[in-house]
């Protein structure tokens, strides 16, 4: 009964009929709708707020209030599947690899005018990390990986399809946590500042193409980002690691 209820009250908040902020009816209300129980009924809201649908407040002013579907929850669990499977680093890498010049070539024939302008402040953003500053080894480099991965969620957000945006967020976190530990190997003899820098001038050659609408150019340039930056976030040694969320 609990998860039926689940069911329904999910319906109603993905087809718009409770908005984000808004507060379910009183618990008492919902139970004679329902013709359950008080425990049935926050069994039911114990199923929603796992999925990050509801938040329930508790106390004399509490309630269950409806929250926007998060993709991390989702993305935690489609983790959680790539690393039961046995699924490496270098298969999550070749599928970015798959998915992003894609994005790029979309973005290119639909641009537009505040998409370019987003991009560019992303940009700036991250030449301010390394230009802006007196000492540019200061970079932190979680605020670089950060500000970067913006970046690419613009090339993908921006695409113009939503199921390919979408299908992308799922690998987003499994990236994310693997670019923590990797981005930090910018800062060893091996690398240097020079690094931000190239990658600046990969992402500004990146807009410039699709500001010219140039979708085939777009596409061959950013699978060519891609590869060279995986040479360093995802070296040899590393490429065969297995997905691990639970480091």
């Not at 109603?12 to 013709?35: A, C, D, K, N, Y």
């Not at 007196?134 to 670089?144: F, H, I, M, N």
């Given at each position: 009964?609990?998860?039926?209820?689940?069911?329904?009250?999910?319906?109603?908040?993905v087809?718009g009929?409770?908005?984000?902020?808004?507060?379910?009816?009183?618990?008492?209300?919902?139970?004679?709708?329902?013709?359950?129980s008080?425990?049935?009924?926050?069994?039911?809201f114990?199923?929603?707020?796992?999925?990050?649908?509801?938040?329930v407040?508790?106390?004399?002013?509490?309630?269950?209030q409806?929250?926007?579907?998060d993709?991390?929850?989702?993305?935690?669990?489609?983790g959680?599947?790539?690393?039961v499977?046995?699924?490496?680093?270098?298969?999550?890498?070749?599928?970015r690899?798959?998915?992003?010049?894609?994005?790029?070539?979309?973005?290119?024939r639909?641009?537009?005018?505040?998409?370019l302008?987003?991009m560019?402040a992303?940009?700036?953003?991250?030449?301010?990390?390394?230009?802006?500053?007196?000492?540019?080894?200061?970079?932190?480099?979680?605020e670089?990986?950060?500000?970067?991965?913006?970046?690419?969620?613009?090339?993908?957000?921006?695409?113009?399809?939503?199921?390919?945006?979408?299908q992308?967020?799922?690998?987003?976190?499994?990236?994310?946590?693997?670019l923590?530990?990797?981005?930090?190997?910018l800062?060893?003899p091996?690398?240097?500042?020079?690094?931000?820098?190239?990658a600046?001038?990969s992402?500004?050659?990146?807009?410039?193409?699709?500001?010219?609408?140039?979708?085939?150019?777009?596409?061959?340039h950013?699978?060519?980002?891609?590869?060279?930056?995986?040479?360093?976030l995802v070296?040899?040694?590393?490429?065969?690691?297995?997905?691990?969320?639970?480091q």
């Amino acid at each position: 009964m609990a998860e039926l209820i689940a069911s329904r009250l999910r319906g109603r908040i993905v087809r718009g009929e409770l908005g984000e902020g808004q507060s379910l009816p009183p618990e008492t209300e919902l139970m004679e709708q329902f013709g359950v129980s008080r425990p049935t009924l926050r069994e039911a809201f114990r199923i929603l707020e796992a999925e990050s649908l509801i938040n329930v407040r508790r106390g004399a002013r509490g309630g269950a209030q409806v929250m926007s579907p998060d993709p991390a929850v989702a993305a935690r669990y489609v983790g959680l599947l790539l690393q039961v499977d046995r699924v490496t680093i270098g298969d999550v890498y070749e599928a970015r690899m798959i998915l992003e010049p894609a994005a790029a070539a979309m973005l290119a024939r639909r641009r537009t005018s505040q998409d370019l302008e987003d991009m560019r402040a992303c940009i700036e953003e991250l030449r301010e990390m390394v230009d802006g500053r007196s000492d540019p080894v200061a970079t932190d480099s979680v605020e670089w990986s950060l500000a970067a991965q913006r970046f690419h969620n613009l090339v993908l957000d921006r695409a113009g399809n939503r199921t390919l945006a979408v299908q992308a967020a799922m690998l987003r976190e499994v990236i994310s946590r693997h670019l923590a530990i990797a981005v930090s190997r910018l800062f060893d003899p091996v690398h240097s500042p020079a690094d931000f820098r190239n990658a600046i001038r990969s992402y500004t050659k990146l807009v410039d193409l699709v500001a010219l609408s140039d979708a085939e150019a777009a596409e061959q340039h950013w699978r060519r980002h891609l590869e060279v930056t995986a040479t360093f976030l995802v070296p040899k040694d590393d490429s065969e690691t297995v997905v691990d969320l639970f480091q």
